[in-house]
């Protein structure tokens, strides 16, 4: 049962082989040390890897490392792209994860003439795009899945390829970028159906975690610039939101659960007791009449604000963790109208039910009854 599967971690780089995570095998930078600024190199005499089964067509994949400078948006520009840069300009839906859809308009437009100067983020916009428009048109979903992929590499070359640092001159850009990629990762990860149940579905999902902690650095170091930018209104309110108290007692049992573990210690205790405190503002905000703004946004800062013990004892499979992820699925299924959730709370909580068997009934009983009654 414990048996690791090496096959996993076939065709990644050597960086993320040594922090045992799942590595997405991107050439010349995976994902990760994209986002975590680590060094990343690969084993020299590994065959160069597809990036997944439904690329194999692509003439395009053929890009190499050196070929970063002439992807240019001006050489690559067709009617599949303006048919992308439409869709994001008049689909408020597409990024109805984050603050008001009220702000919407202002916060494209400064990512839109902001993607002029740096085509990596409007390649980041045109890949989510893509992705926004597979789930729209399940009929031609394997046409923009492929096309949000192959947009999103060559984000992320262009981006390693431009990559000096952050400074006033790009932060706006640089965060723009890794928030559509936090959320197009999200995406993804809550619309896995992994054959092999909860492991599979954790494997996604801690990959993802750890590629919003680079987000999240990067926002976090980047913070005294751009609140000198024209984000500044739209970021004091998402810190506003984020660091709300917790007001509600939805998740009392399961802090009960965390304070009564003995398996255990007080830091693994601190870092659930954190993630408990984010998921109440969360579950706050999800049932609050009057909240307009914000009520989403913990879907997608959760997965950011989890401290790293909390992902590792979710990565260990520890039960009263999984119990805690079973909250953050109720969350989940609270926002199931939005796009990117659809079932995957009640999903993620099926996997695990059947994971930790009947003797946890009890502690995952509120999460169950909520998402079989269907109240909202
Ligand atoms: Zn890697
Ligand atoms: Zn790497």
């Known amino acids: 049962m ?15 082989k040594r922090r045992h995570v799942k590595c997405d095998g991107r050439r010349p930078v995976c994902l990760l040390c994209t986002m975590s600024e680590r060094d990343c190199s690969y084993p020299s005499q590994a065959p160069p890897e597809k990036l997944s089964p439904s690329d194999s067509s692509s003439q395009e994949q053929s890009i190499s490392p050196g070929d970063n400078h002439s992807q240019g948006l001006d050489e690559a520009i067709n009617l599949n792209h303006m048919e992308l840069l439409v869709h994001v300009a008049s689909d408020k839906s597409m990024f109805n994860l984050g603050h008001s859809p009220n702000d919407y308009p202002s916060d494209l437009f400064i990512a839109l003439k902001k993607g002029l100067k740096a085509p990596y983020l409007m390649y980041m916009l045109l890949a989510f795009s893509a992705r926004h428009l597979a789930f729209l048109h399940p009929q031609q979903s394997a046409f923009y899945l492929h096309q949000a992929m192959t947009l999103q590499t ?51 999902y801690t990959q993802c975690v750890e590629m919003h902690r680079g987000i999240h650095t990067i926002a976090t170091n980047a913070w005294p610039l751009l609140m000198a930018t024209e984000l500044q ?46 998921l ?7 049932l609050a009449e009057e909240e307009q703004s914000n009520r989403y946004q913990m879907i997608f800062s959760w997965t950011m604000l989890v401290p790293p013990e909390f992902t590792r004892l979710l990565a260990a499979k520890r039960p009263e963790v999984l119990v805690l992820l079973a909250y953050y699925s109720l969350l989940l299924h609270y926002g199931r109208n939005l796009w990117q959730v659809g079932d995957a709370g009640a999903y993620i909580l099926g996997i695990i039910v059947d994971y930790l068997g009947p003797e946890w009934d009890h502690w995952l009983e509120y999460p169950r009854e909520r998402i079989t009654r269907k109240p909202l």
């Open 2 to 16: 414990l048996r690791r599967s090496h096959k996993k971690f076939r065709g990644g780089c050597l960086e993320c």
């Open 280 to 286: 109440q503002v969360g579950f706050d905000a999800v």
């Open 233 to 278: 209104p739209i970021l004091s309110l998402s810190a506003d939101f984020t660091s709300r108290a917790p007001r509600g007692n939805h998740c009392q049992r399961i802090r009960e659960l965390v304070d009564t573990a003995n398996g255990l210690g007080e830091e693994d205790k601190e870092a659930c007791r954190l993630a408990i405190q984010y």
């Open 154 to 204: 060559r984000a992320v070359s262009l981006f390693n390829a431009a990559w000096t640092g952050v400074d006033q001159s790009n932060c706006v850009a640089v965060l723009g970028f890794s928030s559509i990629l936090g959320h197009h990762l999200l995406a993804d990860t809550l619309a896995k159906r992994d054959p092999g149940g909860l492991e599979g579905f954790i494997s996604h």
